[in-house]
């Protein structure tokens, strides 16, 4: 693979990459910079060593839009659908940006290097599996045992599963990373003091910002 056929994109709306070419792309010092939207605690956990944690709600696409000379951005989360809402937004602001494909997920089933922290939270979207399964089971189980109107919660939660996964966007997520323990990393550091991270083995220098 030459320098030719992993060239940054630049894109007026989001781009998408593989994690193998990106990694490639850093590892031939190409101009980047690598954008972490999701939660501390999820960051604190692990991350990909050189990028700079912005959560989604926190996310100022005017900073990078000033910032744009140092080259395009390329955005992770836990899986991929965070990320696509950032670079959306960035993408607004005329920044050359793309998602990375698969998020950290596939970055590490790629065998790709990643910090590793001592945070115990679960990753956001196992929290959000975890409230919507509650949430229905008991008002199932409530239905069945005491009224039968009960049966609107889960048909309530299933209904904004559907909506999720028809638009991107996830209410209960973006709550559930306001909570206090998905706000500051396992090891007590303010959110603004975990923004950066540093500069990653094979990240170009100047790379990070």
């Avoid at 299933?158 to 709550?175: D, H, I, M, P, R």
Wanted: include cysteine; proline fraction near 8%; glycine fraction near 12%.
């Amino acid at each position: 693979m030459n320098a030719t056929e992993i060239s940054p994109p630049v894109c007026v709306t989001p781009g998408k990459i593989q994690p193998a070419r990106l990694a490639a792309l850093l590892r031939q010092g190409g101009g980047a910079r690598l954008l972490d939207v999701r939660s501390a605690a999820e960051y604190e956990a692990q991350h990909v060593s050189g990028t700079v944690l912005q959560p989604l709600d926190s996310l100022v696409p005017s900073e990078w839009a000033d910032k744009n000379a140092g080259g395009p951005v390329y955005v992770f989360c836990q899986s991929g659908g965070r990320a696509g809402r950032a670079a959306a937004l960035l993408a607004k602001e005329g920044v050359p940006c793309s998602v990375v494909e698969g998020g950290l997920e596939a970055w590490t089933a790629a065998g790709l290097p990643v910090e590793k922290g001592a945070s115990t939270v679960l990753p956001l979207m196992r929290q959000v599996q975890l409230v919507i399964g509650l949430v229905s089971g008991t008002g199932a189980a409530l239905a069945i045992w005491k009224h039968p109107l009960f049966a609107l919660i889960p048909l309530f939660t299933s209904a904004g599963l559907v909506f999720a996964g028809a638009t991107g966007y996830c209410g209960l997520a973006l709550l559930l990373a306001r909570m206090p323990w998905n706000r500051r990393p396992a090891g007590g550091a303010a959110l603004a003091g975990a923004r950066t991270a540093p500069a990653s083995c094979c990240a170009p220098a100047g790379g990070k910002q």
